[in-house]
């Protein structure tokens, strides 16, 4: 199951705006080739309707990369000001060359595939995703996200979530309240350990796999942890 818009004055099956995770922020990367009022649209949706403890939450630094789009003057004084209608925003970066789009790309050995699910994943519900997938809403106990790629839950994660699915262990689990009932990363799985007799609860944090197994970390080492990763498969 896929969610992905499907507007006129969009390319079909790839959503106007891309979210990524990068150090203790967000990074919006904004289609080249949608029609402006399909792009606005759409952010107002992703930004305004819905109820993301992540989007509307805690104070989050935030990165827009509008690539080569040609945007008018007026054009760029809307899309912006959509931003900075959000209180929790830190506007850090605004431009077509971020620094933490080049980053992300710097870090990435995989092709770049994401899809957007809005809404939440109940109790019996699987779904599955092709690529990197980003939650816009909770995983609730008994529901499971599974994706080829990495997982983003803009909200409460305290489901199963299983990346990498087709075997890429480079692949991450990443919520902004992160108390899952089972993490799996590629072939291995393991259980959040419990505190007190109750799920560990965290706040933005991420698993991924080192030598010894899987280790769970704040958000804001991801980068420095993925490019320690990538320099030692070149020394290898």
Request: with cysteine; proline share 4%.
């Amino acid at each position: 199951m896929s969610v992905n818009a499907n507007t006129s004055g969009k390319p079909e099956g790839r959503p106007p705006v891309s979210v990524k995770g990068v150090n203790d922020g967000l990074l919006f990367l904004l289609d080249e080739e949608c029609e402006h009022e399909v792009l606005t649209a759409y952010l107002r949706e992703l930004l305004f309707e819905n109820p993301s403890q992540l989007l509307s939450g805690p104070d989050v630094k935030v990165s827009v990369d509008y690539g080569n789009r040609n945007l008018t003057a007026q054009e760029n004084l809307e899309l912006l000001q959509l931003f900075l209608q959000k209180d929790n925003f830190c506007m850090r970066e605004w431009s077509s060359n971020t620094v933490a789009r080049r980053a992300l790309f710097a870090n990435r050995n995989r092709p770049e595939r994401q899809n957007i699910h809005k809404g939440t994943i109940r109790a019996g519900q699987q779904v599955y995703y092709d690529g990197d997938v980003v939650v816009i809403g909770d995983v609730n106990p008994g529901g499971e996200i599974i994706a080829t790629g990495d997982i983003y839950v803009f909200g409460r994660l305290r489901g199963i979530a299983h990346a990498g699915a087709r075997g890429d262990t480079s692949a991450i689990i990443a919520a902004a309240e992160f108390a899952p009932l089972q993490l799996r990363i590629a072939g291995t799985v393991t259980r959040v350990p419990k505190v007190d007799g109750r799920v560990m609860n965290t706040f933005m944090e991420f698993a991924y796999l080192r030598d010894d197994g899987m280790a769970v970390d704040k958000m804001h080492y991801l980068f420095a942890i993925r490019g320690e990763k990538k320099a030692k498969r070149k020394r290898g």
